[in-house]
């Protein structure tokens, strides 16, 4: 699977953030996420295994300079294969959508649509690059604004959340990757629903540290 090249093209959007987010609100912190334990998710997942942890690319790890990745491609029995990535950090300048920076790194989206599944709202799209495609969707669990970059001025919004409620909205972003074929949806359906445990499991964790 081509992960590297994905996960080069979903950071590049750290550069996207506007000024406004120098004006707007100026009087509220930022909210802040909580960075969850992802390196602990299980490798074993109904009847898919994991492989190892994926190396992360320096250059990225430089730009998203608070962020954790875990990243790894699980197979199932009949050979299926799907790579999850978790993205968590202290800022919300490192969780950010893909939809600014695929097309800026050359990839054409199609067949945008958001699933409302398992209490999420999952945002999937297939991204194409020299005759090669890939089926692709990401959610944050208890975050706001997932269609957007979460940085900049959604930091202010999340600050302004935060004082009324006490919520400071996501702390990981979930990322599903796999072949494109005809059966590529619902296999991503079915993969989320059970990993959706383990995910709530990690965020639970991080309302403890608060």
């Known amino acids: ?29 930022f909210a802040h ?41 699980y197979k199932n029995k009949v050979g299926q294969e799907i790579n999850l990535t978790l993205i968590t950090g202290t800022e919300y300048s490192d969780f950010h959508s893909p939809l600014a920076c695929f097309p800026a790194h050359g990839f054409a989206l199609s ?21 090669s495609s890939e089926d692709f969707c990401y959610f944050i669990p ?17 600050a302004l959340s935060s004082l009324i409620t ?9 990322r599903l990757t796999t072949a494109d074929n005809p059966g590529s949806k619902t296999l991503i359906k079915r993969f989320i629903g059970l ?3 383990d995910i709530n499991q990690l965020i639970a964790e991080g309302k403890k540290k608060k």
């Open 33 to 73: 996420p909580t960075p969850l334990p992802v390196m602990s998710f299980p490798t074993k997942v109904g009847d898919w295994t994991a492989g190892k942890n994926l190396p992360q690319d320096p250059e990225v790890m430089k730009i998203l300079s608070t962020a954790t990745i875990m990243s790894r491609n």
């Open 195 to 197: 990993i959706m445990p």
């Open 142 to 158: 208890g975050g706001m604004a997932p269609g957007g970059v979460m940085g900049g001025s959604a930091s202010h919004l999340l």
């Open 1 to 29: 699977m081509r992960n590297n090249t994905f996960l080069s093209g979903f950071c590049c959007s750290v550069l996207c953030v506007g000024i406004v987010a120098q004006h707007a609100l100026p009087r509220l912190p």
């Open 111 to 131: 067949n945008q649509v958001t699933w409302p599944i398992y209490g999420q709202q999952v945002h999937f799209m297939t991204a194409s690059l020299e005759g």
């Open 166 to 174: 006490g919520h400071e909205g996501g702390s990981v972003v979930v």
